[in-house]
C-alpha cells in the first residue's frame, strides 16, 4: 500500500502535527513540529466537464482525517485541507476539489461548508454526502 502511495502520480498524503503536543522523543528532529496527529490526502483524476463537453478538467478527492481527539476543534484539518488545496492548485492545476463525508459527521460537513464546499449529492447507500469545491 505505501508503495503505491509512493509511485503514483495521482495521489498525495501528507501527516499532519499538532503543533501544541509534544512530538514522541524517539523521532529525533523528524517530527520537531510536533506530534502526528492524522493525515490529509488527495487522489487526483481528470474528468469530463459538465459546462464544456469534451473538455477534461483536474478534480482532487480530498480527504482529512485527525485521529488524536485532542486535536480536534483545534481549526488543524481546516489548516491541512487549506495548505494541501493550495499545492494542488498552484502545482499541479488542479481546477475542483470533492470531499465525501459521512452523513452523520455533522463536524467534518460544517468545517468543508465553511471551506467554500457545496453539498451537491447524497448517497444513501454509502451514508455519505460529496461537496465540491471549484475554481
Not at 490529509?40 to 482529512?64: L, M, N, Q, R, W
Not at 444513501?124 to 471549484?134: D, I, P, S
Request: charged share 30%; glycine share 8%; net charge negative.
Amino acid at each position: 500500500m505505501q508503495a503505491s502511495w509512493h509511485d503514483d502520480d495521482d495521489k498525495l498524503i501528507f501527516i499532519v502535527l499538532d503543533k501544541s503536543r509534544e512530538a514522541d522523543p524517539r523521532l529525533g528532529k523528524v517530527a520537531a513540529g510536533g506530534a502526528m496527529c492524522g493525515d490529509v490526502g488527495c487522489f487526483i483524476s481528470e474528468v469530463e466537464d459538465e459546462d464544456h463537453p469534451g473538455k477534461t478538467i483536474k478534480e482532487a478527492e480530498v480527504s482529512v482525517m485527525t485521529a488524536v481527539p485532542s486535536s480536534r476543534r483545534k481549526g488543524i484539518a481546516r489548516e491541512a485541507v487549506t495548505l494541501v488545496e493550495e499545492y494542488c492548485r498552484t502545482a499541479l492545476g488542479v481546477d475542483r476539489f470533492i470531499a465525501k463525508i459521512r452523513l452523520s459527521n455533522k463536524a467534518s460537513r460544517a468545517m468543508f461548508a465553511s471551506l467554500g464546499y457545496t453539498e451537491v449529492k447524497i448517497v444513501e447507500c454509502f451514508g455519505e454526502v460529496h461537496c465540491l469545491k471549484a475554481f
